[in-house]
């Protein structure tokens, strides 16, 4: 009943067991007491009401397993809460972004990702932000959720008990496109995770190209294959003739490197004609932004 799938889904559990039981056995000795009440002291077999002066034993018991089960709850939530705030020092840490729609996972040495890859058994501490609006990161099956917010750094940490992969979910309404603001935790061998942080991989430079796009979170809302998604696809974008709003002018423009650079710098200074400015400020390196450019240029 208690899981095992992370640190933190063991002390949530035990929490919540406590109080469901303790409810449980509440209310079936209330309950029971009450319908044996209602038998015993019926009118027919009792009837003549009787003054009952109180007894001091029986208030002192009521008063004082109550306060002590109540206490009980309250140690198990007040140090459960206190461990899950306070990350061990020796934490991988993991800078999470929050943007409409998708979240984005930056590692100590530089590598990204839009999936949340850790190791089994090492504490993970993330630390979570916004580019636009308050987002809140939560893994159900860990048990832990915060919110992400633009101009905060907010915390949770972790230690994943198995491996396996769990969804990630964003749970403040943040959008249109907020149903489909999910990811998910890779927990992997030690040696798996190594591997991939070192992060050689054997991705040619086309390859490379769409997982930076992947990871820079571009890929929730454009394709590269032609169909059509939150934003125009990238295939056939460079030299393709498109209406654009300047200012609310109309212009016909033809794509190119300038443009496609301050597409991703500004995204507010041209919108596509028949797409909303929801386009976020992703922030990108130089080398980023020419990796970007080149990989489109190859869309055809
Ligand atoms: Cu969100």
Same mark, same amino acid.
């Given at each position: 009943?208690i899981s095992?799938?992370s640190n933190?889904?063991a002390?949530v559990d035990? @929490?919540f +067991? ?5 409810? $449980?056995?509440l209310? /079936?000795l209330i309950?029971?007491?009450m319908?044996?009440?209602? $038998? #015993? ?8 009401a009787?003054q009952?002066?109180g007894n001091?034993a029986t ?19 007040w140090t459960?809460f206190s461990?899950? #705030?306070?990350?061990?020092k020796?934490a991988?840490p /993991?800078?999470v972004?929050?943007m409409?729609?998708?979240?984005h996972f930056e590692?100590?040495n530089?590598?990204?990702? *839009?999936?949340?890859?850790?190791p089994v058994?090492k504490p993970v501490e993330l630390?979570?932000?916004s580019a !636009?609006?308050i987002h809140s990161?939560?893994?159900p @099956?860990? #048990?832990?959720?915060?919110d992400a917010v633009?101009g ?14 769990y !969804? /990630?979910f964003?749970?403040?309404y943040?959008?249109t496109?907020?149903?489909?603001m $999910?990811s998910k935790?890779v927990?992997m ?7 991939w942080y070192a ?5 040619g430079k ?6 930076? +796009?992947?990871a820079?979170g571009c ?5 590269? !294959? ?7 696809t990238?295939?056939g974008i460079?030299g393709?003739?498109t209406v654009?709003?300047?200012n609310g002018k109309?212009?016909?423009i033809?794509? !190119?490197?300038?443009?496609?650079r301050?597409?991703?710098?500004q995204?507010?200074a041209?919108i596509v ?7 976020p400020?992703?922030?990108?390196t130089? *080398?980023e ?5 080149a990989?489109?240029?190859e869309?055809?």
């Amino acid at each position: 009943m208690i899981s095992d799938i992370s640190n933190t889904a063991a002390k949530v559990d035990l @929490a919540f +067991l406590y109080i469901t039981g303790m409810s $449980v056995v509440l209310l /079936v000795l209330i309950t029971s007491f009450m319908v044996y009440s209602l $038998v #015993r002291y019926n009118v027919k077999r009792h009837p003549r009401a009787e003054q009952i002066e109180g007894n001091v034993a029986t208030e002192i018991i009521l008063t004082v397993i109550p306060v002590i089960l109540v206490l009980v709850m309250f140690y198990i939530g007040w140090t459960n809460f206190s461990y899950l #705030r306070n990350a061990p020092k020796d934490a991988i840490p /993991v800078t999470v972004r929050g943007m409409m729609w998708s979240w984005h996972f930056e590692y100590k040495n530089g590598k990204q990702n *839009d999936v949340l890859n850790v190791p089994v058994g090492k504490p993970v501490e993330l630390i979570l932000t916004s580019a !636009d609006v308050i987002h809140s990161f939560y893994i159900p @099956a860990f #048990r832990i959720k915060e919110d992400a917010v633009p101009g905060m750094k907010t915390h949770l940490w972790f230690k994943a008990g198995e491996i396996g992969s769990y !969804d /990630v979910f964003c749970t403040e309404y943040c959008g249109t496109g907020h149903s489909h603001m $999910v990811s998910k935790v890779v927990v992997m061998a030690q040696d798996a995770f190594d591997k991939w942080y070192a992060g050689a991989g054997a991705a040619g430079k086309e390859n490379k190209g769409l997982q930076l +796009l992947q990871a820079k979170g571009c890929l929730g809302c454009h394709t590269a !294959d032609g169909a059509g998604k939150i934003g125009p696809t990238f295939k056939g974008i460079f030299g393709r003739k498109t209406v654009i709003l300047t200012n609310g002018k109309e212009r016909e423009i033809v794509v !190119d490197e300038d443009y496609i650079r301050r597409s991703v710098l500004q995204p507010a200074a041209d919108i596509v004609k028949g797409y909303p400015n929801i386009m976020p400020v992703i922030p990108v390196t130089k *080398d980023e932004l020419d990796t970007i450019v080149a990989t489109l240029e190859e869309l055809k």
